[in-house]
């Protein structure tokens, strides 16, 4: 068998077993109001109301579509801090105070929770010349996407990345690994210790694939000890587009249709983006 029809096996099998998935995912959302992601509830100050709870979802259309996105909160993990995002959005102009309408501002790093590099990212020259967010290309962002599972007790190396035996012509990848099992997203204190791409297993990458997509589920592509030269293996050629914080949990390994939009900032290499699987 190779590689490719097993992962249409795998596909056929996940579709058959899906609606029963599906069914248990529908009965647990929509949370209520003021359910953060580590499950546990906050205080609320709705009305008693019953019908003013807002509907919060991870998969929509029966679980056709999910949603590969955290959500941006201020105890989201950010780059190296202990004490994650913090404030970054609030009501600058209210209702409450007179105002006619509600109007929020905010103010957060490009790289923060799901987000995408551009190739200015680690090359000044680049970033100099204009190669920001808004010239990444959409058709590589948007297409069949296959979700690998990593071996989970090291680094994406050279050697993992042949283990996992991806097939010629695909090109855009989902990187599921510890980090999803650890679910470091939902922990506030960075985590130095996550899961990446080690320089070998980048330039394996480049060398021996057609991926140009590369997506991972903490906040780097890249393993810390190799923060900076896997980056610049990956972004040399500026026909990589690295997409990182994917939310990768509960869902089947296997082929999907992916799209992702990132922000059309303009001069900045980095963007927060809205990612989501279809089936
Ligand atoms: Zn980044």
């Excluded at 609320?44 to 909160?73: C, F, K, N, Q």
């Excluded at 996992?164 to 980090?179: A, S």
């Excluded at 080690?198 to 060398?207: I, T």
């Excluded at 293996?233 to 990589?240: A, C, P, S, T």
Aim: charged share 20%; hydrophobic share 40%; net charge negative.
């Amino acid at each position: 068998m190779t590689p490719l029809q097993y992962v249409l096996i795998t596909c056929a099998v996940a579709h058959v077993v899906l609606p029963l998935a599906v069914a248990t995912s529908d009965a647990a959302y929509p949370p209520p109001y003021g359910l953060d992601q580590s499950g546990t509830t906050t205080t609320t100050t709705a009305s008693a109301v019953d019908d003013l709870i807002p509907v919060r979802r991870e998969v929509y259309g029966g679980g056709r579509i999910i949603d590969i996105s955290h959500r941006y909160l201020s105890e989201m993990p950010t780059w190296e801090s202990p004490d994650g995002l913090g404030h970054f959005l609030w009501l600058a102009k209210s209702m409450k105070n007179g105002s006619e309408a509600n109007n929020s501002e905010m103010k957060l790093p490009t790289h923060t929770g799901t987000h995408v590099d551009a190739p200015g990212h680690v090359f000044d020259h680049y970033f100099d010349a204009g190669f920001d967010v808004d010239t990444l290309d959409l058709e590589v962002l948007n297409g069949h996407a296959l979700l690998v599972d990593v071996p989970r007790d090291k680094n994406i190396t050279a050697e993992v990345m042949k283990s996992l035996n991806i097939p010629k012509g695909v090109r855009r990848v989902l990187f599921r690994t510890l980090n999803t099992d650890r679910r470091l997203m939902y922990k506030k204190e960075f985590d130095t210790s996550y899961v990446g791409f080690m320089k070998d297993g980048a330039k394996w990458l480049v060398d021996n694939t057609d991926i140009k997509l590369v997506g991972i589920d903490y906040l780097s592509v890249a393993a810390f000890d190799d923060l900076i030269p896997s980056h610049l293996v990956f972004l040399k050629n500026r026909d990589i587009i690295l997409v990182e914080g994917l939310k990768l949990d509960d869902f089947p390994l296997g082929l999907y249709s992916v799209h992702c939009l990132p922000l059309r900032l303009v001069g900045s290499e980095g963007s927060p983006i809205r990612c989501i699987l279809i089936k």
